[in-house]
T-cell receptor, first 114, second 116 residues
Framework: DAKTTQPNSMESNEEEPVHLPCNHS???????IHWYRQLPSQGPEYVIH?????VNNRMASLAIAEDRKSSTLILHRATLRDAAVYYC???????????????WGLGTSLAVNP | NAGVTQTPKFQVLKTGQSMTLQCAQD?????MSWYRQDPGMGLRLIHY???????DQGEVPNGYNVSRSTTEDFPLRLLSAAPSQTSVYFC???????????????FGEGSRLTVL
C-alpha cells in the first residue's frame, strides 16, 4: 500500500515561511501527490497536488523531489488561519481499484505563533 | 455551488438502532466516499464508489452499507449501531482522471454520531 510519513507536529511564527515535509518512498507511477488541510471542527480542504513538477497556487507551493519519493508543502507566509492539520496523501485517480488503498495517516499539526 | 452536503450534522443513537447518513454532491463527480475520523486515528476510508451502481469496500467497512443509485447521492447506512461507531463521518467526492478531472477531493462538513 502506498503510504506517506509526516512529522506529527511543527511550529512556525506568523509571516514566516513554513516547509512541511512528506515521505512517500513506495509511490507508484500513477500516484498523484495531494495535500489537504483540516481546520478545527471542519472537513479537510484541498490545498494543492502534483505529479512530477513543482506546483504553485494561491494557497501554497509544492516541491516534489526528482525521484518522487518525497515532497514539501511550502506556505510562503504563515498566518494564524494556517494553523491546521496538514495531510499528504497519494491519489491514483487513473486506476479506480486503487482507491481502496487511500491511506491518510495522522498528518502534521501546524501551530502558528503570533 | 452547494458542493458536498451531509445530513444530519449531529445524531445520537441507542445501541442496535439503524440510521442513514445522507450525502449529496452537485458537481457531477464520479467518485464518492465515506470516511470516519476518530481521535488519534486519522481519516479511515469506509466505502467508496466510482460511479452509479458501483461500490467497493475501504479500510473499515464492517457494520456499514452503501449504495449508489444516482451520481449525486451516496448514503451510508448503519444497520445496527454500536458504541464503537461513535465518530465523526465525512463524505467526499471528486472527479476521476481520464475525464479531465484533477482528483481533488471535496469534503462535506461532517456528521457527528454518538451511539449510547
Amino acid at each position: 500500500d502506498a503510504k506517506t510519513t509526516q512529522p506529527n507536529s511543527m511550529e512556525s511564527n506568523e509571516e514566516e515561511p513554513v516547509h512541511l515535509p512528506c515521505n512517500h518512498s513506495t509511490i507508484s507511477g500513477t500516484d498523484y501527490i495531494h495535500w489537504y488541510r483540516q481546520l478545527p471542527s471542519q472537513g479537510p480542504e484541498y490545498v494543492i497536488h502534483g505529479l512530477t513538477s513543482n506546483v504553485n497556487n494561491r494557497m501554497a507551493s509544492l516541491a516534489i523531489a526528482e525521484d518522487r519519493k518525497s515532497s514539501t508543502l511550502i506556505l510562503h507566509r504563515a498566518t494564524l488561519r494556517d494553523a491546521a492539520v496538514y495531510y499528504c496523501i497519494l491519489r491514483d485517480t487513473l486506476n479506480a481499484g486503487n482507491n481502496r488503498k487511500l491511506i491518510w495517516g495522522l498528518g502534521t499539526s501546524l501551530a502558528v505563533n503570533p | 455551488n452547494a458542493g458536498v452536503t451531509q445530513t444530519p450534522k449531529f445524531q445520537v443513537l441507542k445501541t442496535g438502532q439503524s440510521m442513514t447518513l445522507q450525502c449529496a454532491q452537485d458537481m457531477n463527480h464520479e467518485y464518492m466516499s465515506w470516511y470516519r475520523q476518530d481521535p488519534g486515528m486519522g481519516l479511515r476510508l469506509i466505502h467508496y464508489s466510482v460511479g452509479a451502481g458501483i461500490t467497493d469496500q475501504g479500510e473499515v467497512p464492517n457494520g456499514y452499507n452503501v449504495s449508489r443509485s444516482t451520481t449525486e447521492d451516496f448514503p451510508l447506512r448503519l444497520l445496527s449501531a454500536a458504541p464503537s461507531q461513535t465518530s465523526v463521518y465525512f463524505c467526499a467526492s471528486s472527479s476521476l482522471s481520464g475525464r479531465g478531472g484533477t482528483g481533488e477531493l471535496f469534503f462535506g462538513e461532517g456528521s457527528r454520531l454518538t451511539v449510547l
